[in-house]
């Protein structure tokens, strides 16, 4: 498969279904690596909140773990304006 240049990304469409996918609050998180994947595992505080249930994981290649990373401090420095 050729490479594209960036300033001819692909368009993706994402479909949500609310019935299927479910949105988990969350009370922390851990990550953890290699030099290849980024896993990134949220949690919930269980009854006192001295315990913690993860409750996702997320695991990603690294480049797309930079790519995240910056679409969030992106969203985030909009948000707070």
């Known amino acids: 498969?050729?490479?594209?240049s960036d300033d001819q990304q692909q368009q993706v469409n994402f479909n949500i279904d609310p019935n299927k996918t479910p949105v988990y609050y969350t009370?922390?998180?851990?990550v953890s690596s290699n030099e290849n994947t980024v896993i990134l595992s949220f949690s919930q505080a269980v009854?006192?909140?001295s315990r913690q249930?993860?409750?996702a994981r997320v695991a990603m290649p690294?480049?797309?773990a930079k790519a995240f990373l910056a679409t969030l401090n992106d969203h985030l420095e909009k948000f707070e304006r």
Do not use: E, R
Request: hydrophobic share 35%.
């Open 27 to 30: 009370d922390g998180y851990l």
């Open 53 to 55: 249930n993860i409750v």
């Open 47 to 49: 009854n006192d909140g």
């Open 1 to 4: 498969m050729a490479q594209k």
């Open 62 to 64: 690294l480049p797309q």
